[in-house]
Every structure is written in C-alpha cells, then in structure tokens.
C-alpha cells in the first residue's frame, strides 16, 4: 500500500507513487527495473564502436560507459540526487528544483525516498547529461538499437492498421458508427503493450495484428462514443486534435494510423502530433523516430498498404493538415497539472487549449496527467487531473503502473479477482474520455 491512509483521501491529496513504500511497484522499479535498464545501456553503446571514430569512442567509454555506471551505483546504494552539470537549455530548471525540494525536505533527496514520477523522470534526464557532456561529433540516442528492433516487428500490425485506415474514407459522414476509427483505437491500446522501458530493454517481440478484445486486454472504460461525439459536434471540417505521442515501434505506426483515418475518415480536419524532445523512457518517441518510421513504412516491409498510408501522411504533413512537434515540457519531472501555471509549460497549454480534444497516449502520459498519485481507483477522473483541463481528454493506456482512476464501485475488485497484478502487468486497458470543464 501506498500509504495507510491513501484509500480513503479523496478529498485530500493521496500520497505520490514512490519506492520508499517498500511493497509497491514503484519501489520494485526503482530496485529492480531501472538499474536492468542502465546496464543495457552501457552494454549497447559498447557495442555500437562502428559509430564512433576513435576520439569519440574514447569520450563514449569515459564519459558514457563511465557515467552510466557510476549513475547505477547511486541509484542502488541510494546516494542523494545531484545537480547536472551540463549547459542544456533546461539545466537550470532541474537543478532549481532540486534545490527546493533539498530545502523543503531539510535534507538531500534520494533514489528510493521521492516521488516515483520525479525520480524516473531525473534517471532519464542523467542520461542526457551524460550525452550533451560527451559532446561527440555524431548525435547519439542511447536507445536507438532497441528502437529499430521495435519498428522491425511492427510489420504485423502496420498492415493491418494501415488496411483499417485507408478503409476509413469518408464514413464521419456515414451512419455505420466510425468502424475503422474504433479499430484502430483499440489496435493504438494493443500496440501500448511495446514499451521497451516496462520490458527493460527486452528484444521487442512481433505484436499480433488484432484488436483488444482479441489480445485478451480487459477494456476496463471504453468511451470510444464520446470521443466520436466530441468531434462530430464540433464539426469534422473544423476539428483538430492533438495526439501525445508515446512509443516507437508498433504504437507509434498504430498512432500514425489512426491521424490518418481522422483526417480520412473526416472525423478531423487537422491532427497535431506531439513528439519527445529527446530520447526519453527508453522508447518514447522523437522528431527522427517519426521520420524513421516513415521511411520505414515507405520501404514496403509491412506491405503495399503501409506505402500508400506513407505517401498519404507525407502529403498530410506537406500541406500541415497533419503537423508534428516537441516541446521540452513533454520532458520534465512535472505532471500535467503544473503545465498551465509553470514557465516551462505554458505555451504548450495554450496550444493544447486551441484543441478540439487532446488525445494521451500511453502509461507516463496517463500517470503525469493524473500526478502519479495513489488515487483510490474510483477517484473521479476530474479531480484526479485537477487543474490540467485545456481541452476535452481521451487517454489511452493500457495499465503498466499502480495508478488510475474514474473506475466504477467494484470494477478493480474485478479487475482484481482475474489478474492479481492487473494495475501493472499491461493486462487491462482504457480508453478513457474526459469532457471539457465546461461542457
């Protein structure tokens, strides 16, 4: 349990999801699963020598390897957070909290005391210290080897994604119920099951192109209706929607999938999708990722579909009916709920406010739009986002943390008496609306 009391604060705060709690999942993390991920890393820059010339492999090997090493022994013994030490255009920021958090604590924080979401989010940040010190002549993604296999084994799914969104012509207009849009909703909750962090790195194995109930994911919430209604409302000639990117591989080419059955589909006249900055949570994905994944969808390997949806996308992207972008937001320890009222996140909540819906993919977003705290699962889905209301929210996520909310009485008994470890084991899944604050 999160706390003894964490249950029955509904009215106040829940306690953060943290490893201090010796029997939860943060805390199985932290021990266990980060430090998995850290030695993978250093084992696969290792050997990736071809990259490198010789003066970079040897700031690889001093500055990376060694980084990375030293950064698993703090996290295993516990040592306190430290500053970064780099000059990247958020350092500041990170170390200004860092500071605040040392002075409201009256003591340092460390790896198994704070909250989960910060430390995760500071264990990645690290990474990227390392990188930008290294300083190489050739950009470097710490991830990239286990992001390829990724994409190699999407082939599957790309079809038949790719198949149910070129179908998807027109039929906002017809009165069949949006058949390809609600595929490929529960293909993108499917395809959240590939997320290279949760498997520490494992090889991405060949995701299975079926939908969720085929999958044998539980749909705990499924609002798939209200989303429809959502932009039917507002009008498929004027809606735009926002997509909160999350992984590479399978999701990402599901999530490509479904921005073109809503612009084909005419559920949506423009689509925004939101990449990482940098290389983030292992297998989030960035500007090149998306790139990649289009030459990669152009290159045939998931078929003559995958190349007709690829020249479709690009045509999208050329006349900005379909659009993509970072911002560094999307990269910090906040949740959602501080983006509106904190500097570095408010931009990105006035580009999000000018959204017909804004669609969240994936366990982080899920987790940072509900604060990453101990919510008890029927905590009403609007409290639990608190002040993070810029447009109407459809978030979709199959469960891999020990956090969710707006469940009904008696659902994660249920859920429960099927899957002991049903929070945290990708076993159930929601697609989950939340309609604007005013409606």
């Known amino acids: 349990a999160q706390s003894s009391d964490a249950a029955t604060q509904v009215d106040n705060m829940p306690e953060p ?12 993390t932290v021990r266990d699963r980060l430090p998995v991920i850290l030695a993978k890393v250093a084992d696969s820059v290792c050997r990736r020598k071809s990259e490198f010339n010789s003066t970079d492999m040897d700031r690889v090997k001093s500055v990376i390897i060694g980084g990375v090493s030293r950064l698993r022994n703090e996290l295993q013994t516990d040592k306190p957070l430290l500053p970064l030490s780099d000059s990247a255009s958020d350092t500041t920021a990170w170390n200004d909290y860092l ?5 409201t604590l009256g003591r340092a924080p460390s790896w198994f005391k704070e909250p989960w979401l910060y430390v995760e989010c500071y264990m990645y940040r690290r990474l990227l210290e390392l990188v930008n010190l290294a300083d190489l002549t050739v950009g470097i993604d710490l991830f990239a080897p286990e ?6 084994g999407s082939a599957a799914l790309a079809a038949a994604a790719a198949e149910a969104a070129l179908a998807a012509e027109a039929e906002a207009e017809a009165a069949n119920g949006a058949p390809q849009l ?3 909703l529960r293909l993108c909750l499917s395809a959240n ?24 994911l539980i749909i705990l919430l499924d609002h798939t209706d209200q989303f429809v209604d959502c932009l039917r409302q507002r009008g498929p000639a004027v809606a735009v929607v926002h997509i909160v990117l999350d992984n590479v591989g399978p999701e990402l080419v599901s999530d490509l999938c479904l921005a073109e059955c809503l612009l084909r589909g005419g559920h949506a006249a423009k689509v925004r999708l939101h990449t990482k900055a940098a290389p983030w949570f292992v297998s989030d994905a960035t500007e090149l990722d998306l790139a990649a994944t289009l030459d990669w969808l152009t290159s045939g390997s998931a078929g003559q579909s995958s190349v007709q949806l690829a020249e479709s996308l690009r045509s999208r992207l050329s006349t900005g009916q379909l659009s993509s972008g970072s911002d560094p937001f999307w990269t910090t320890w906040l949740a959602f709920a501080d983006m509106e009222t904190s500097p570095l996140g408010a931009k990105l909540y006035k ?14 977003n899920y987790r940072k739009a509900v604060s990453d705290l101990a919510w008890p699962p029927t905590a009403p889905l609007a409290k639990a986002v608190g002040r993070f209301r810029p447009a109407p929210l459809l978030l979709v996520r199959t469960l891999k943390s ?6 009904a009485p008696g659902q994660a008994e249920a859920a429960a008496a099927q899957h002991s470890d049903w929070m945290v084991a990708g076993k159930c899944g929601v697609l989950q609306f939340l309609p604007a604050e005013n409606a």
């Open 147 to 152: 992001k390829r296999q990724s994409l190699l």
């Open 99 to 103: 500071a605040e958090l040392t002075e």
């Open 351 to 364: 580009k999000l406010s000018q959204a017909d819906c804004v669609v969240l993919k994936g366990d982080l």
């Open 193 to 216: 099951l590939a997320d290279l962090s949760l498997s520490a790195l494992a090889e991405a194995h060949q995701l299975a192109a079926d939908d969720a109930n085929s999958s044998g």
């Open 182 to 184: 609600r595929r490929l």
């Open 17 to 28: 999801l943290s490893a201090r709690f010796v029997d939860s999942f943060a805390y199985k």
């Open 402 to 407: 020990n956090v969710v909310a707006g469940l």
